[in-house]
Structures are given as structure tokens and as C-alpha cells.
């Protein structure tokens, strides 16, 4: 009996680990390949760099790695926080607050999450071409809230909902606004849930190109995820600089989500991408 | 009358769309008490003028909050999707100064079209190939991390979910130099065991060139699922284990008898998840081969990004793009359904 269940557990632990090599395979050889001449990447993939060509990284880093970095941290950073805000104000209103066509708007701002942003290319294009707005930070940013706006609802209302009344009451009953009660008592207490929303529109907006490709032509705007479509058109065959440009773009994102792995997973498993 | 009835109500009076929504708002349940608790002393309030003051300063501060999502989301989801579906009717390109009405002409031109039905036909396939290889290994996986190991459970779980917070476009760079002829690990592993690599490569061969994408798809999102399952599973109760275990049952045995009818819900939800990405699927695609060669991987996402970026088809794209529309909705209803009760 004891023996049978350590040979099942070596067969189980022998298929995972295998298994797990195929998922760790591309991204180790990602890391590596990028410390490599062209000659080693063709004679021999798997080994370690013999002389780790930091220049690659240097090279790829000036290329643009730097200013997409920066231009995808603004957008993110800009979209999530306006997203949370709008989205959260919405949510609290809707879940707490009696008035008139409450229910159709609940609907309406939810019934959005499930469209594809591909099915309004079209006219999103010829809007932001008659405002203006193409190759601005805006002109994905606009967009980029609005399509956050239903999951973010559905997330905080629900939310907003298990919030406990009494706490609102007693405000109340001290005197509190409406306004006071949101700033002063509510909104310190949704932190939590706004975080996690907060989380998973940067996941969502860091990796976005659908419409960044259609909005953001400039290339002093590019987005990470443009540039590295942009350097795989450029660096057909200057592999050793293509690779390092990915790592560059992956390996922030990588590390973060290493060091808040638990964050993560709760949030983004917690309902869907 | 029951609260839940009163929602549905006044839902139902507004679009027939959202009377499906409200059968899945009224599983909610804080919600029905919430609206039952507010409901009844509201409509007393409304006889004394005080209090009807107070609802009207509530009705407009409840307005001021709404509005600025409200505004932004009319502006770039609403009115776009309308002007979606009058564009379809309508011959059009973007850099075209002729617009012209056709009426159905687009969507006769799509029943004839080719390519729409490969795009189509090849988002069945990923839909198909995804479900069968992300649901059925993430099933595996999670049961395996769940209850088949000692240790290395949050190991495995974050290694198998890194390639999840990729972007699909590096992801899609990233197998386009793996499936690569000359530096690329697959053909340098054939090579090695002595197997000729297909002649035209990967992403070359239009019968093969699917299941590369499906490959790289899989690749990143396999975790995903597992990683969603495994939340479900670790919260099947002990006792059942406990129980089955005094029974004589072995692993195989509380894998299909508890650990998977008690996950049934979850794992649909992550089969619908999957299902959604499928039917968006474009990034990847667009990255590894444009929808190429000669159409052989065209999707529906990638067929409305052609037609109305590339060859100046912009109205014909909006006729597209309303079939993508009513597929997606279709799918989400249902998301929206099932993952409400899990």
C-alpha cells in the first residue's frame, strides 16, 4: 500500500514537472537567447551564453524599449485610476442609493462587458479622426475607461451591495452628507475591492493592442506591446535584439506579478479576463 | 409582490435584453433584501413633503454620481456599437469620401464571401481546440495541485500562471521565433531526434498553421483555466473526503465522484471564459501571421481589422462586425448567467 502511493506520487510529480518544462522552456529560452550572438542562438539554443551580450539589452533599450515603457505606464496608470473612480462612484450609487431608473442603468452600464472592442473599430475610428483625438494619450484613454467601466461595475456593486448599512446609518445619525459619508466613511472602507479592480484593468490595459494599433501611430505614443509588433516587422533577422526587446517588455510585468502572486490569482481568476 | 418581481418589472419594460440580465441580477441575493428592506418606507417617506425633499436630493445625487460613467461609456461603447450597425448598411471607407446606403447588400456579399466563412470556421476551430486542451489539461492540473501532491503547489501554480500576465502580442513574438525555420527550438529539437520539420514551416502551411496558433494560445492561457478551476476545487469541503475515505475510496475514484460534479460550476465558468477568448481572439493571430498565408488563419477579428484598415472596407467590416456582436453577447449572456451562481 505505502509502496504503490510512492510510485503513483513518482509517476504525478514526473508528468508535472514535464509538463512544467514546456512551460518554462520559452520563457528561459527568451532570457537567454537575448544574451546571445546570432551564431550561438543557431548552434546551440539550449546552452547558457558563453559571453553574455549585455549590449542587446542597451541596444534594444534605446530603440524605444524606454519611451514605450513610459507611454504604456502613463495610459495604464491614467485609465486605471479614472476607472476606478468613475466606475466606483456608478457602483456605489447604483447598489446603495433608491432613485428613479436605478435598475435600467445598472443594466445598461453591465450589458457592455461582454462586446469585443474589434466591433467598434470602425466607428471609434472615425470619432476620435473628427475630435482630434488620434495619436493622443487620450484618444485610448477614453476608450480604454469606457470599456473598463462594465466589468468595474459589476465587480464594486457587488461589492457595494454586502456593504453593511449600519455603518451608513450611523454616519448619519452623527450628521454626515451624502458626500461627507462617501469620502469619509466608504470610501476608505472599498479600498480593498478597488484595488482588486484596480489590478486587473492594468493586467488588461499594460498588454492592450487592438485598439492601440488604430489610435496610437506615432511612434514617439507607441504603447510596449506596438513597439515589440513594430520591432518584429524591423528586426527580422537581428534575433538576438528582437529577444532582448521582449524581455525587456515582459520581464517587468513578470516580476511584479512574482512578488504579488496571491494578489493576482485571486483577482484574476476571480471572474474572468 | 414579491422584490424580485418588482425588478423584473421595471427591467422588463426597458429592453428585451436586459429582462435576461435581470434574471441574473435577482441572484444576488443582498440585492432582493436590500431593494425589500428600502422599498417598503420609500413610498411612505414620499407623503410628507420633508422627506420628499430628501428623496429628490438622493435622486440627484445618485444622477452626479452615475453621470461621468454614464457619459464616457455613451461616448465610446454606445455610440459606436449604434453607429456599427448603420455602417453595415452602408458602402464605406474610411479614407473614402463616397458614402453610399446599400442597404443588405454587405451581409448578402458575407454569405458569399469565402474567406468570412473561413474566419468564422477557424474561430469554431480555436473555440473547439481551446475548450478540449486548456478545459480538459486545466481540469487535470488543478485536481493534480489540488489533491495529488505534497509539495510545490504554489510553485507549480505560479510558473503554470506567469504567462498569463504577458502581453498576447509578446506571446505571439515570442512562438513566431520558436515555430522560426532557421533559430527556432522546435525545429532544433526535431532536427535532434532525427524528424523532418514541415517544408513550409509553422506558420507557413495553411493546414498546419491553426494548430501553431492554438499551440501558442494554449501555451499562454492553459494556466488560466487551471488556475480558476483549482480556486473552485479548493473549496469542495474536507468532510467529503474524509467521508469517502472511510468508505475505502481511492484518488481516481474522489476525482470523479466528489472533486469533479462538486466543481461542475466553476469549470463551466472557465469554459465559457475560454469560449469568449475565442471568439475575440485577434492579438495573437494578427501578431503570428496577420491571418495568413492567403487567408488560411483569418478570424473574425482579424477579417474586420483587414477589410476596414488594410483594403478600405469599412462598411463591409461593420457587417462583420455585428456578427462578431451577436455571437459575443450571445456568450457573454451566458458568462454572465452561470459565473453569477458560482
Redesign the interface.
Known amino acids: 500500500m505505502k509502496r504503490q502511493s510512492t510510485l503513483s506520487?513518482t509517476i504525478?510529480?514526473t508528468v508535472?514537472i514535464a509538463?512544467?518544462v514546456?512551460?518554462?522552456?520559452?520563457?528561459v529560452?527568451?532570457v537567454t537567447?537575448s544574451l546571445k550572438t546570432?551564431r550561438e542562438?543557431?548552434s546551440s539554443?539550449?546552452s547558457p551564453p558563453v559571453n553574455p551580450q549585455w549590449g542587446n539589452f542597451i541596444e534594444a533599450w534605446n530603440s524605444g524599449i524606454a519611451r514605450y515603457l513610459f507611454n504604456s505606464l502613463a495610459i495604464t496608470v491614467i485609465s486605471v485610476v479614472l476607472i476606478v473612480?468613475?466606475?466606483g462612484?456608478?457602483a456605489?450609487?447604483?447598489?446603495r442609493?433608491?432613485?428613479?431608473g436605478?435598475?435600467?442603468?445598472?443594466?445598461?452600464?453591465?450589458?457592455?462587458?461582454?462586446?469585443?472592442v474589434?466591433?467598434?473599430?470602425?466607428?471609434?475610428?472615425?470619432?476620435l479622426?473628427n475630435t482630434d483625438l488620434l495619436n493622443t494619450y487620450a484618444g485610448v484613454i477614453?476608450?480604454y475607461?469606457?470599456?473598463g467601466?462594465?466589468f468595474s461595475?459589476l465587480l464594486m456593486f457587488?461589492f457595494f451591495?454586502?456593504f453593511p448599512?449600519e455603518i451608513e446609518d450611523a454616519a448619519r445619525i452623527d450628521g454626515c452628507s451624502?458626500?461627507q459619508m462617501i469620502f469619509r466613511v466608504v470610501l476608505p472602507l472599498s479600498l480593498p475591492s478597488m484595488a482588486s479592480v484596480a489590478l486587473f484593468q492594468t493586467?488588461l490595459l499594460?498588454?492592450e493592442?487592438?485598439l492601440a494599433i488604430?489610435v496610437l501611430n506615432d511612434d514617439a505614443l507607441r504603447t510596449?506591446?506596438l513597439g515589440?509588433?513594430q520591432?518584429?516587422g524591423q528586426w527580422t533577422t537581428a534575433?538576438p535584439l528582437?529577444?532582448s526587446a521582449?524581455t525587456l517588455?515582459?520581464v517587468p510585468?513578470?516580476i511584479?506579478?512574482?512578488l504579488m502572486?496571491k494578489q493576482?490569482?485571486n483577482t484574476?481568476?476571480g471572474?474572468?479576463? | 409582490m414579491r422584490p424580485h418581481e418588482h425588478i423584473r418589472e421595471r427591467a422588463g419594460a426597458w429592453l428585451c435584453v436586459f429582462t435576461i440580465f435581470s434574471d441574473t441580477l435577482q441572484r444576488v441575493p443582498a440585492m432582493r433584501t436590500e431593494t425589500a428592506s428600502r422599498a417598503a418606507p420609500g413610498q411612505k417617506e414620499g407623503r410628507f413633503r420633508i422627506a420628499g425633499q430628501r428623496r429628490w436630493r438622493t435622486t440627484i445625487d445618485a444622477y452626479i454620481l452615475v453621470a461621468p460613467a454614464l457619459i464616457v461609456f455613451s461616448i465610446f461603447v454606445v455610440y459606436p456599437l449604434i453607429n456599427t450597425v448603420q455602417l453595415s448598411f452602408y458602402q464605406y471607407g474610411l479614407t473614402d469620401p463616397d458614402v453610399r446606403f446599400v442597404n443588405f447588400d454587405n451581409y448578402i456579399r458575407l454569405f458569399q464571401d469565402a474567406i468570412f466563412w473561413r474566419a468564422l470556421r477557424n474561430n469554431g476551430i480555436i473555440l473547439i481546440f481551446s475548450v478540449v486542451i486548456q478545459v480538459g489539461i486545466g481540469v487535470v492540473l488543478a485536481a493534480v495541485l489540488s489533491r495529488g501532491i505534497r509539495w510545490g503547489k504554489t510553485f507549480f501554480r505560479t510558473l503554470h500562471f506567469a504567462p498569463v500576465v504577458m502581453s498576447a502580442v509578446a506571446v505571439g513574438v515570442l512562438w513566431q521565433l520558436i515555430y522560426d525555420p532557421g533559430i527556432g527550438i522546435i525545429n532544433f529539437l526535431l532536427r535532434t531526434v532525427g524528424v523532418r520539420p514541415p517544408v513550409q514551416g509553422w506558420l507557413g502551411d495553411p493546414n498546419i498553421v491553426m494548430f501553431s496558433i492554438i499551440a501558442a494560445a494554449c501555451w499562454q492561457y492553459t494556466g488560466y483555466v487551471m488556475t480558476i478551476v483549482l480556486a473552485g476545487m479548493e473549496s469542495v469541503p474536507a468532510e467529503l473526503y474524509e467521508a469517502s475515505g472511510l468508505d475505502g475510496a481511492n484518488e481516481v475514484q474522489n476525482f470523479f465522484y466528489i472533486t469533479l460534479p462538486m466543481s461542475r460550476n466553476v469549470i463551466l465558468a472557465a469554459t465559457l471564459i475560454t469560449m469568449i477568448g475565442a471568439v475575440k481572439v485577434f492579438d495573437i493571430v494578427y501578431v503570428l501571421t496577420r491571418g495568413g498565408p492567403a487567408n488560411a488563419s483569418q478570424v473574425l477579428g482579424t477579417y474586420i481589422y483587414y477589410n476596414a484598415f488594410t483594403i478600405n472596407q469599412a462598411g463591409y467590416a461593420s457587417a462583420i462586425a455585428v456578427v462578431l456582436l451577436v455571437i459575443a453577447v450571445i456568450f457573454g449572456v451566458l458568462q454572465l448567467r452561470f459565473t453569477r451562481q458560482v
Open positions: 506520487s504525478v510529480y508535472l509538463y512544467s514546456v512551460i518554462a522552456l520559452p520563457l529560452w527568451m537567447s546570432t542562438l543557431f539554443p539550449f473612480i468613475v466606475s462612484m456608478a456605489y450609487a447604483l447598489a442609493m433608491q432613485f428613479p436605478r435598475i435600467p442603468l445598472y443594466l445598461l452600464l453591465i450589458a457592455g462587458f461582454a462586446i469585443p474589434h466591433t467598434t473599430l470602425v466607428p471609434l475610428y472615425r470619432l479622426n477614453g476608450p475607461v469606457a470599456f467601466i462594465p461595475v457587488a451591495v454586502q448599512s451624502t458626500w493586467v499594460w498588454n493592442f487592438s488604430i510596449i506591446p515589440l509588433s520591432f518584429q534575433w528582437l529577444l521582449l517588455a515582459s510585468m513578470l511584479i506579478f512574482v502572486q493576482f490569482i484574476l481568476s471572474f474572468s479576463k
